[in-house]
Structures are given as structure tokens and as C-alpha cells.
């Protein structure tokens, strides 16, 4: 179903929907939620979203659970540290959004970049669920070298303009 979602997503509007829905693939997800770090353009239309989703549970039939007890457990034995994806980027001293850290790192300076041609670099992270994920690197004034490729491409300036 992810895939198919993000096959026939068209603007802005769907990717956020599918961001607060929680439908996007994995490298989508952490893209948004560094766009909604490094912007509050949007921060207000996916919170609305969220309450939506949030009305919508409350109003559903509960669900038995199986097991409980051990699903409880779990829970309350995770020690991951709560994150908000939709506040602002940290001023920690990294150059990488919160949000795409686990993909990426905290820096972009230490990455194994390869030269497509002079000006433009790629770092390529392989596929994660189901996308193909990477980050160009283009030299300020130049513009971003003609291409195809099959599927949807997201794009996100982290500095510099596009």
C-alpha cells in the first residue's frame, strides 16, 4: 500500500497527508519531517491533519488486544528518547535535519561522495523501504544536470536554493 500511495502522490498536499498518516515509505517520512524542520510553512496544516486522524480513533470501535500485558511491557521498556519531527531544526551544531539523521548522519561532511561531473557529487544510500535514497551535492551557480529515472523523485534543499 505504501508504495502505491507514493506511486500516485502528485503534490505537496498528499505527501503531507501520507506524513501524518504515517503512509509513507521510511526515506519519504524522515524528507517531510526535515521539510517541516527547516520550514513552519507547513506545520500547521499537518498538525490539523493529525487532529483529523486523532478525532477519527476516537470516534472507532476499541479493539481487543492479545496480550496486553507483554504489548505494555514492551512499550514501557523502550528507552528511545521522545522526539517532535515537527519542531524546529536543533542549533546542536549539525548541518543534517533530526529527521533525516538516521539515513544520513548527523553531518554531511564526513559522507563517501562520488564525483558525477564536475560541480556535482552523489552519496548513495541504497535502497530503504523500497526507495532508492542518496543526496546530491551541487557547487553553488550550477544547475542540477538533466536526467531520467523511473518512479517519484522528492527533493529537498537543505542550503542553497533550487
Sequence with gaps: MRAEMEKNVTGMDELLAGYAAGTLSYPAQAL???????????RGYVS????????S???ADPVAFNDRDSMLSAIFSDDTPLSNDNAPLAQDGTNVPHSLQSIVGRSIEGLPW?????????????EIDGCTSSLIW???GRAMPSHTHHGTELTLVLQGGF
Design 32 to 42: 517531510v519531517g526535515a521539510h517541516l524542520e527547516l520550514s513552519d510553512q507547513n
Design 48 to 55: 490539523s491533519l493529525e487532529s483529523l486522524g486523532g478525532v
Design 57 to 59: 480513533l476516537s470516534d
Design 114 to 126: 562520488k564525483t558525477l561531473l564536475p560541480g556535482v557529487k552523489e552519496c548513495k544510500f541504497g
Design 138 to 140: 551541487v557547487r553553488a
